[in-house]
Every structure is written in structure tokens, then in C-alpha cells.
């Protein structure tokens, strides 16, 4: 992916900080919409960046102290294959709109999710560029790890990319009826009854 001057400068200098930002548009349990974001910083922080398909950054405001724990390694790769990765989230607390909150105060069944990375200059603890986007994709599915004695729990986010949207099929049926809503197009009109319809072709009948 194409990266900007001044983020290119940051990894030849080998100084740098990498922080990532993660954000759900679900929506409340009555249907409104409403945006989760979460970042692997210490504090609250608004950052601008660039959604999925746009070209002009858009302020956020991130939630970070520990809500967003575990990101995943994403894969750069050429092709049209579905991918699954999956996000490690704060599990304890029950704050609003909180992770926990996210997943089981409102709905966010195959909610869009959008993971952000960003470059910060270790001298002044400033984002060098806008984060780049390394992930676009579903929410596939929620699960929260209880801790055995003296281990680790957490809730983990699973989400597939944007290629999944490539394995969905047309329920329309290939009929007359179907091709009339097209405007009037009455292009199978006949559809039903070609078949029984006897053509001949030299000497031979189909």
C-alpha cells in the first residue's frame, strides 16, 4: 500500500511509535446508529482518518486505557480470498459504551469494522500522518474468554474483510416477473414456454 512522505520518513528513522485504532458502526438496540471506537493508547483521544473508500479524514474520538488490547497481524496480500482475524477487548469493565457494552448493550451482528494504523514521532508524541487503514471488513462473531485460576480472560472480536461481500449470490429468479421490474422488461416473455416450442433446423427438429 501506498504510504505518504512523511510516514516513509518515520520507518527509515527507525524512531518511531505505533499505536492502532479500531472502530464498530453498530447501532443501539432500537436501530439507531452509533459508533464504537477504541485505540491501543493510554488516554481519550480524537484523531482524524480516512474511512474505507473516502479521501477525506474524518475526526473520531478513541477511547483508549487499556480497551483495545490485542490486534492481530494483518496480511498485505494480492487476491479476493475472505480473511477472518480476530481483536482482544477489555472484558472487565462494564462501562457504557465500553466493549462489553458494544457487544451485549447493542447490536452489532456483521457491524462494519475499520483498523487503522498510526505512525506517532517518539520526541513529541505526535502523529507523523493520518493512520493508514490496514483493515476493512464484518463483524463475524463475539466470544468472551472467562479467566481460568491465575490465567487471562478477555472478549474476542472476530471480523472478516471485505471480500466476503464477493460470495453473495442474487435470490432473483431468472423469470419473466423478475425482469419486469427492470423498467417493464419484457425480455423473457416467453421464458416459460421456449421449451416446448418445437424448432427445426435443416433437417433435423430440436
Known amino acids: 500500500m501506498p504510504y505518504d512522505v512523511e510516514t516513509i520518513t518515520a520507518l527509515e528513522s527507525g524512531a518511531l511509535v505505533l499505536r492502532d485504532f479500531w472502530t464498530c458502526h453498530g447501532k443501539t438496540l432500537g436501530g439507531a446508529a452509533e459508533t464504537f471506537n477504541y485505540w491501543t493508547g493510554e488516554d481519550n483521544v480524537s484523531v482524524n482518518v480516512v474511512p474505507p473508500g473516502a479521501e477525506t479524514p474524518v475526526s473520531r474520538d478513541y477511547r483508549g486505557g487499556g480497551t483495545l488490547l490485542a490486534v492481530p497481524e494483518i496480511v498485505d496480500a494480492i487476491g479476493l480470498e475472505a480473511r477472518s482475524v480476530s481483536y482482544g477487548f477489555d472484558h472487565i469493565s462494564k462501562a457504557a459504551d465500553g466493549p462489553m457494552d458494544m457487544v451485549f448493550g447493542h447490536n452489532v451482528r456483521v ?16 502523529l507523523v500522518a493520518a493512520p493508514h487503514l490496514l483493515f476493512s471488513g464484518r463483524i463475524d ?26 460470495t453473495k449470490t442474487n435470490p432473483a429468479m431468472e423469470s419473466d416477473e423478475q425482469q419486469r421490474l427492470r423498467s417493464g422488461d419484457r ?12 424448432t427445426a433446423w435443416g433437417q433435423a427438429k430440436g
Open 111 to 126: 457491524a462494519r469494522v475499520e483498523f487503522h494504523r498510526g505512525v506517532f514521532d517518539p520526541a513529541t508524541w505526535n
Open 141 to 166: 462473531g463475539a466470544e468472551v474468554q472467562d479467566a481460568p485460576a491465575g490465567g487471562e480472560g478477555g472478549l474476542s472480536i472476530t471480523a472478516v474483510n471485505d471480500s466476503i461481500d464477493l
Open 187 to 198: 425480455f423473457r416473455r416467453y421464458g416459460d414456454t421456449a421449451g416446448q416450442i418445437q
